[in-house]
């Protein structure tokens, strides 16, 4: 096997060219709706260049998913060497103009001498071989379509297969026992969904898809024109800030000179200094009062509108809120 990082990098980078069999769910739900729901627009943002995920966390189960596999597949390759992980399978029947559909099947032999391409699925589960084939259909049922398409395109004779290879990962501790290892063959006696249609259906919205937004995003995905007024207002809040905090400096100084010599103001037709000394100003204690009167409190409270607005803070800008 490929080093895991690299295997796992080509992996994240063909995501974003296109859907693999694990957004079978995505697809699946598209199919049901016959449109793009907006739960799903984020996957698609990625695939047209409006949006980067931040890079994946790798869990403990997934970590520990990972090193069954190579653990699995050590063992598949020392039987035959034939066996390939994570063969890049593209569909040219599905994948439109806008948007590839592919699969990075875990284990894939392709016997020329029996004329026979197995695709093996490996899932590392704390469920049994039935739920996770179960939970892991439309996944299953996307590789089956491109492992056809593959096989029939080598010509006659050709048979293919898809089993899925399970392990029950509740008690594993580092060490393989292959004696856990399921294999099941894998079949569909008819289409989850129409993957064709589908496939049309996300083509066609991301051929108008420009603009993507979410609670948070990097200003970068911003369209062009309002990012180039954002950095604008940005400089200019940048020249503020820098004004202002030498204005500070300034007042600083100004107040220790004009205490150093006793001066209580200093004016001319153009500006007016006056020295503020320190005092105590009375307040009134608002949060006390609601401990201390909380029936009182409540009767003066007012409710009132404010207006929205956009929060604008540069590096280094204190949070005056």
């Known amino acids: 096997m490929e080093n895991n990082l690299d295997y796992k990098n080509i992996i994240i980078a063909h995501h974003k060219h296109g859907l693999g069999a694990s957004d079978g769910d995505l697809l699946y739900k598209i199919s049901g709706l016959g449109c793009v729901p907006s739960s799903c627009t984020e996957r698609l943002a990625i695939i047209?260049?409006?949006?980067e995920k931040p890079e994946d966390i790798t869990t403990m189960a997934m970590q520990k998913g990972?090193?069954?596999?190579?653990?699995?597949?050590?063992?598949?390759?020392?039987?035959?060497?034939?066996?390939?992980?994570?063969k890049y399978i593209e569909s040219?029947?599905?994948?439109?103009?806008?948007?590839?559909?592919?699969?990075?099947i875990d284990f894939f032999l392709q016997d020329n001498e029996k004329?026979?391409?197995?695709?093996?699925e490996c899932k590392?589960?704390?469920?049994?071989?039935i739920e996770a084939r179960r939970t892991y259909t439309n996944q299953l049922f996307l590789e089956n379509v491109l492992g056809k398409e593959y096989t029939e395109a080598l010509g006659s004779g050709w048979k293919f297969s898809m089993k899925l290879c399970h392990y029950q990962s509740s008690d594993y501790e580092g060490v393989l026992n292959p004696e856990k290892i399921e294999l099941k063959s894998i079949r569909f006696g008819r289409g989850e969904f129409n993957v064709g249609t589908t496939m049309d259906i996300v083509s066609n919205y991301l051929s108008e898809m420009t603009e993507f937004y979410k609670d948070e995003i990097d200003?970068?995905?911003?369209?062009?024109?309002?990012?180039?007024?954002?950095?604008?207002?940005?400089?200019?809040?940048?020249?503020?800030?820098?004004?202002?905090?030498?204005?500070?400096?300034?007042?600083?100084?100004?107040?220790?000179?004009?205490?150093?010599?006793?001066?209580?103001?200093?004016?001319?037709?153009?500006?007016?200094?006056?020295?503020?000394?320190?005092?105590i100003v009375p307040r009134f204690d608002s949060k006390k009062?609601?401990?201390?009167?909380?029936?009182?409190?409540?009767?003066?409270?007012?409710?009132?509108?404010?207006?929205?607005?956009?929060?604008?803070?540069?590096?280094g800008e204190k949070d005056n809120g």
């Open 48 to 51: 047209k260049g409006l949006y």
């Open 92 to 104: 040219k029947k599905f994948s439109r103009e806008n948007c590839k559909l592919f699969c990075h």
């Open 289 to 315: 009062f609601e401990l201390e009167h909380r029936t009182t409190y409540k009767k003066y409270i007012k409710n009132t509108v404010r207006k929205g607005y956009a929060l604008f803070k540069v590096k």
């Open 219 to 279: 200003a970068n995905y911003l369209p062009e024109k309002v990012k180039n007024e954002v950095e604008t207002i940005s400089n200019y809040l940048t020249s503020i800030k820098e004004m202002n905090d030498k204005v500070d400096e300034f007042k600083k100084k100004m107040y220790d000179f004009m205490v150093q010599k006793n001066i209580k103001s200093i004016k001319n037709d153009s500006f007016l200094i006056t020295r503020v000394d320190e005092s």
């Open 115 to 120: 004329k026979t391409v197995t695709f093996v």
């Open 66 to 86: 990972n090193d069954l596999e190579l653990s699995v597949f050590e063992m598949l390759h020392n039987e035959d060497e034939r066996w390939e992980s994570n």
């Open 124 to 129: 590392c589960t704390n469920k049994s071989l």
